[in-house]
């Protein structure tokens, strides 16, 4: 199957500082999605990226699916970023999306 | 507007005992999903569902059972409960299309505790 690789798995931010967390996958692809896991565990979806760019305030992602990676970036990070970040790819007529370990940030005040 | 609802949110059992979990979604989407989730790791697959009345296993199938009698609710049944079930579940759901190109929904997980 796919194989999905995050990094950094660890992450510790000043609030204030920007970051750039990569997903690596093994196949091509046409579901890519982001999502954030807070400290209460909820899975809060961040962005669908499949390909392209995409912003949403103080985050963005880009997808370069020739290349199969996707960057999240979080600019002017704050403590409420901190929690888990996943991202989870399916390749071309899968139903089932494969989740990679995940990066855990924390944002220190 | 709920989304994807997962009973109970939390749950502790005995080595032994037998148990259901349920999600519901209210968004009319086909697939439906259980994973679960233990320490230091991603999201594992147990069952999924594309449709009302199939069921289909995962990457972790051993020790669960499913059910989709309607298309609103995907069952998630533990039949035998073991401590190395002790993890959080999650449930999601997804719009059909064969392409693949839908993003998934998820609640807000069950944390479950096997002793």
């Known amino acids: 199957g796919i194989q999905v690789e995050q990094s950094p798995p660890d992450l510790i931010l000043q609030e204030g500082a920007n970051s750039t967390l990569r997903c690596n996958f093994s196949d091509s692809v046409n579901n890519l999605q982001w999502f954030h896991q807070n400290p209460w565990g909820q899975l809060i979806n961040l962005f669908y990226?499949?390909?392209g760019t995409k912003q949403n305030g103080r985050l963005s992602a880009t997808t370069v699916a020739t290349e199969r990676y996707s960057l999240l970036y979080i600019s002017s990070s704050q403590t409420t970023d901190s929690g888990v970040y996943f991202c989870?790819?399916?390749?071309?007529?899968?139903?089932?999306?494969?989740f990679g370990r995940g990066t855990s940030l924390i944002v220190h005040p | 507007n709920a989304g994807v609802t997962q009973t109970p949110k939390f749950r502790v059992l005995k080595t032994g005992q037998s148990m259901t979990l349920l999600c519901a979604q209210d968004?009319?989407?086909?697939?439906m999903y259980w994973y679960r989730q233990d320490p230091g790791m991603g999201l594992r697959l147990i069952h999924y569902?594309?449709?009302?009345?199939?069921?289909a296993k995962g990457e972790v199938p051993d020790g669960y059972n499913v059910s989709r009698l309607k298309k609103q609710n995907f069952l998630l049944g533990l039949e035998s409960a073991a401590p190395s079930q002790t993890s959080v579940y999650f449930c999601?759901?997804?719009?059909?299309?064969?392409?693949?190109?839908?993003?998934?929904?998820f609640g807000d997980g069950t944390r479950l505790s096997i002793l």
């Open positions: 569902s594309v449709g009302e009345g199939t069921t």
């Open positions: 989870a790819v399916g390749p071309g007529g899968s139903y089932i999306p494969t």
């Open positions: 968004m009319n989407h086909e697939y």
């Open positions: 999601a759901s997804r719009p059909a299309d064969r392409a693949g190109n839908q993003p998934q929904h």
């Open positions: 990226i499949p390909s």
